[in-house]
Each structure stands twice: as structure tokens, then as C-alpha cells.
DNA sequence: CTGCATTTAGATAGATCGGTCTATACAGGA
DNA sequence: TCCTGTATAGACCGATCTATCTAAATGCAG
């Protein structure tokens, strides 16, 4: 079943976005890319903005179903540490040069309030799905950890397009470590 | 003393790159903002790419200088709190909407070599000077400690975006005091 | 006052931008 | 077979982009 050309634009503009950046990349590019002409793109989404929209929701939606695959098949108390990993290896896999989310945030804040929110609401979302795991593995007496935890996260995405994944990826435990082992001593 | 026409073009450029993005701000819109003709901005830099990287330049020095500052007014042993303290401190005051390095390291990935060369090359020196701090204080003897910080301050920067300053910078001093004390309680 | 460098005003260039339009081709289902 | 929805090819629009050019005005130093 080939995909549809909807699909391959979807992919081929999440690449070029991601890889040259929002404004930076033209319709023209897109469409070529994908192999398709200018008026395909026009038929499945109204306007740049919204299939930029499209992308973004499409890529979060991904990011979230392996992020929940993971904690589903963690461990009782293992969830936060499930979610952590998981994060790493979407970085590993999908997100090396920078958070997409983050680049969307600072080339729409004063463009596209739509598109700011979107963004936006994708990172809030993975702090709420932070608070989650941490009150399921019942460590939610330790106040902001979750928060201390997504802002953890929120530098590994930098610190892989610096300093590599690996090193990126085993900095990230640490700190993941000793933040949990500092709660985990904290009798509630 | 008036600020020259050359300084009022980079304090412009300044804000607008970093609030509407550098592909998204064009040339017509600098000159307008800071009073001045186009041929005034091609007469002090030879194009828009040489306008951000003197943009990006001034600022990092401006960044340096602040941190320089702070460290040199900590006592000793306290050199790398200060020079977290001392990186909040700029947040607060100048970059609550994100990291201008990590945009422009976004626009420029597949744009312009020099330019992400430059962003890259701003943020692996602050990371050097926390392991110069970290050295200073005696407490290099704990691999990577310098790396983690470094971690934790980029998260910052997405975080001071996203939850607010004070929020931000409170968890970034949680965290940061954390692995100090980890890294002190181990003797050399 | 003169001379030089800077700034101004505005036209101009060629490219690219997002978006629209028409006419044609082609597929699969009724 | 015909009909409908989708894709194609390509012209076209006005706006904006970076960059250059000329000619006049301005300001400051010698």
C-alpha cells in the first residue's frame, strides 16, 4: 500500500522543516521534494501555516505513542525512569539537530499565535505526562520534581546536537538518577 | 554620546532576530526600526548573513563579559554556583523567550556553515568556562559534573520560555545544588 | 571655507515567496 | 460507459526578499 500523497507531503515537509527550518523552506521545495505538484499540496491543506499545524500535531501524536508504549511496558515504579529512556531514544532515533517543537516556538512567537500554542502545548504536554509518571510510581511528595525532570529533558535536546547522543544520552541518566534517588530517599 | 548608526543597526537587528526569528525579519523591516536608510546597513555590513553573525557576536561577548564578571566577584569555591547564578541573571533580563544560539543554530543548520559554526561555538564555550569553573573550585575530580551542568542550563533556557523565571530559575537552582553537593560529598 | 566620509532618498534589479487559476489527464466505482 | 474525485502541468498574481546603483544632502575635520 503506497502512501498517500497527503503522507508523503506530510513527511517530506517534517524533514525539510526540521533540516532547513519553517520559513527558510518554500512550497516549491516541499512539493518537489515530494514529488508532487504545487495545487496537490493546496488540496489537502488550505494554507503554509496549516500544514505546518499538520506536522507538528502528526509528529507530536508519534512522539506521545512511544513515550505511552514505553510506560506501558515498564515496571510498577519504573514509569518515570520508562519515560526518560524513552524520551532518549526518540532523540536518538528522530531528533539529533534540535527539538522541532522548540525551533516551531522561536520562528512562529510573533508570526503564528496558532502555531506557537501548538508547540507550546506539545512541550507542556510531556511535563504533564512527567507529573503522571512520577505520581504513579508515587513520588509525587517530592515537589517539582517532574518539572526539574522536563527541564532535564528539554537540555538533553540540545546537548545531543552539541555534544553528541551518547554523551548526551549518559548525562542525561545521571542526573535522572540522582534526581530520582534524592525522592526515592524522601519518606513521604 | 549617540549611539553610532553602526550600533543602533545591531541593537535592531538584535531584538528583531530574536523576536520574530532572522529569516522571518527582513532587511526593510531593520532599517525602518532602527531610523536608518538600507544603503546605511550594506555601507556597515556586507550582507545580511555578516549582519547576524556580528548580531550573535556582540551578544556572546555581552553574555561572556556578564559571567566573567560574576565569577570574578565570587569567593572561592564558589565559582561555578556563581557562574549558574550569574547565567540565570541573563535569562531573567534577556532571553525569557529562548536561546538565541539554539535559534539561530536551527535557521542556519543547512543555511549557513558559518553561522551555525558561530551559534555552536558560543554555547561548547560556555560549556568550557563551567569546566574551567568547575576546576577552579576543586571539584573537577567529578567526571562530567561540568557536562550536567551544562545540560541542566540549556534546559533552562527552554524552561524560563515555558513555566515562567522564577519557576524556571528555582528548579535550575535545585538541580544545580544537587549535583554540587553530590559532586563535594565525594573526596578527591 | 573646503574636502571627505557618511547618510539619505528612491529607483531598480532579479529571485523567490505564498497562493490562485484553468485546462487536461487519469483513475476507480456506479 | 459515464461520472466524480484526484493529480498534473504550467501560467499567473501581487508581495516581498536581498542587494545594487545614482544623485543629492549632511556633518565634521583640517
Redesign the interface.
Known amino acids: 500500500m503506497p502512501a498517500s500523497k497527503r503522507d508523503q507531503l506530510l513527511a517530506t515537509a517534517e524533514r525539510l522543516f526540521y533540516?532547513?527550518?519553517f520559513?527558510?523552506t518554500g512550497i516549491d521545495r516541499i512539493v518537489a521534494a515530494a514529488g508532487v505538484v504545487r495545487m496537490t499540496l493546496y488540496n489537502h491543506f488550505p494554507s503554509k501555516e496549516a500544514l505546518v499545524a499538520a506536522v507538528l500535531k502528526a509528529r507530536h501524536e508519534r512522539f506521545i505513542a512511544s513515550l505511552e508504549a514505553a510506560m506501558a511496558a515498564a515496571a510498577p515504579g519504573q514509569k518515570t525512569l520508562a519515560l526518560v529512556e524513552a524520551h532518549g531514544h526518540w532523540l536518538e532515533r528522530y531528533s539529533q539537530?534540535?527539538c522541532i517543537m522548540?525551533?516551531a516556538?522561536?520562528?512562529?512567537?510573533?508570526?503564528s499565535t496558532e502555531i506557537h500554542a501548538l508547540a507550546?502545548a506539545a512541550?507542556?504536554d510531556l511535563?504533564a505526562r512527567l507529573e503522571a509518571a512520577v505520581a504513579r510510581d508515587g513520588l509525587d511528595h517530592h515537589a517539582?520534581l517532574a518539572?526539574?525532570l522536563?527541564?532535564?529533558?528539554?537540555?538533553?535536546?540540545?546537548?545531543v546536537?552539541?555534544?553528541g547522543v551518547q554523551?548526551?544520552l549518559?548525562?542525561?541518566r545521571?542526573?535522572t538518577d540522582?534526581?530520582l534517588a534524592?525522592a526515592r530517599s524522601e519518606t513521604p
Not at 105 to 111: C, K, L
Not at 150 to 159: D, I, K, Q
Open positions: 533540516e532547513q527550518g520559513h527558510a539537530h534540535g522548540a525551533k516556538m522561536g520562528e512562529f512567537a510573533e508570526h507550546a512541550k507542556t511535563l517539582g518539572r526539574r522536563f527541564m532535564v529533558l528539554e537540555g538533553s535536546n540540545t546537548a546536537a552539541l555534544l554523551t548526551a549518559a548525562d542525561t545521571a542526573v540522582a534526581l534524592t
